[in-house]
């Protein structure tokens, strides 16, 4: 869904939340799920090291069904991929 590129473009503009920032770095590559591990890489590669500092899993987890979280990693939703197609709109 998204590029690396295109998740540091977003990554890198105030005003995003820590859920929306997740649920973006969620949408690259979104044919495989994404353990914590590799969440975290992919945020600190974009720019976006302080991620590394949250529970990654809390705030996907409380995000209204927009990530799920299997036993291959977490994937976005229908609705998370929705949210991220709004958030890389606005930025």
Do not use: F
Not at 7 to 13: M, Q, S
Not at 26 to 31: K, Q, R
Not at 52 to 63: D, H, P, Q, R, T
């Amino acid at each position: 869904m998204l590029t690396d590129v295109q998740l540091k473009g977003i990554l890198c503009k105030a005003g995003i939340s820590t859920t929306d920032q997740l649920l973006t770095i969620l949408a690259v590559g979104t044919d495989r799920p994404k353990q914590v591990k590799a969440i975290v890489a992919l945020a600190t590669n974009a720019g976006a090291k302080a991620l590394s500092k949250v529970n990654i899993s809390a705030y996907l987890g409380k995000a209204k069904g927009m990530a799920i979280r299997t036993p291959q990693g977490w994937e976005l939703t229908d609705d998370g991929k929705t949210q991220v197609r709004s958030v890389a709109s606005q930025h």
